[in-house]
């Protein structure tokens, strides 16, 4: 099993699982660490535990409870890809309180929870800006719906809730230059990081992931636009770990290139034109 660690902020760790056993191989007993959500994204394998046999295939859901043996196979096919998100016990809770809930070993293939694989796959690819573990969170509260048949209760919002999430923005805006995620935005908060996520973006209209990296954006135009230091200065300046990611963030927002654009703030008619000219309609 090749492991890769996407994200690991203390109570949330997603990573991504290459598995290359064959039909050959001899399978053997391993342990749940943690309260798991993995999604299969490619291939197939058997999943038992606790006396229960499942066949796995894309789109499928495995669920792990921490000190639960299991046992994959690979009677039909070679290897399989997985994105697993790894929950602290008081994340797990605050999902699904029941322990039958994570001990649920596998769910099918369902829209409901397809969609938010192939979500939470794009957030880790960063070709969307949702946060991992947000998409992750929202991927097992989804899984413990569907388990237990039932639809969630709509948040309600009062105004202290209100209050908790500007501030929250507020705390997020002052320090998006600096490393943020959401398990630490939500102990400034006071809540849980998943009633957290669901408070913000039900105040607010956007997930405290989008708000940061939307804050990052803000500043970087302006300094593109005004600061003469290098796009790559830049980038780290306003919180970006990583230039690539930059660069696509901002492709994907401002539709051109952070050069194009500060271009265009130094007056480059062309690129002017060429932006008017999308926008108006022949």
């Known amino acids: 099993m090749l492991t890769s660690t996407i994200l690991a902020h203390g109570s949330i760790r997603v990573c991504d699982l290459c598995c290359t056993a064959t039909p050959g191989d001899i399978p ?6 943690a309260f798991s959500v993995s999604y299969v994204r490619s291939g197939t394998f058997g999943y038992r535990t606790r006396g229960r046999a499942y066949e796995l295939v894309a789109g499928s859901v495995l669920v792990g409870s921490p000190g639960d043996e299991y046992m994959c196979t690979h009677e039909h096919s070679h290897g399989d890809e997985c994105l697993s998100f790894q929950f602290a016990p008081e994340i797990a809770e605050s999902i ?3 322990t ?5 070993g596998a769910l099918p293939p369902v829209p409901e929870l397809v969609v938010l694989g192939e979500l939470a796959q794009a957030a880790a690819n960063g070709s969307c800006d949702l ?5 992750g969170l929202l991927l097992a509260a989804r ?23 500007v ?8 320090h998006a230059h600096e490393p943020l995620d959401l398990a630490s935005v939500a102990i400034e908060a006071g809540l849980s990081p998943f009633h957290f996520l669901r408070l913000f973006a039900k105040v607010l209209g956007v997930t405290p992931h989008q708000y940061l990296v939307r804050a990052r ?5 302006r ?3 005004e600061d003469a230091r290098s796009v790559t200065e830049i980038a780290y300046d306003v919180g970006f770990g990583d230039l690539s990611n930059f660069l696509r963030t901002f492709q994907r927002a401002a539709g051109v290139s952070p050069g194009r654009f500060r271009a265009a703030a130094r007056g480059d008619r062309k690129f002017l034109q060429e932006v008017i000219g999308r926008a108006v309609p022949e």
């Open 167 to 174: 501030e929250a923005a507020l705390f997020v805006d002052a």
């Open 143 to 165: 899984f413990a719906d569907v388990l237990l048949g039932r639809p969630r209760k709509a948040v309600n919002v009062g105004a202290r809730d209100r209050r908790r999430a």
């Open 100 to 104: 039958e809930t994570w001990r649920a």
């Open 28 to 33: 053997f007993t391993e342990t749940h660490g």
């Open 96 to 98: 699904g309180q029941r």
């Open 131 to 135: 946060g991992t573990d947000e998409v």
């Open 217 to 221: 954006l803000r500043r970087a135009a």
């Open 223 to 225: 300094l593109l636009a």
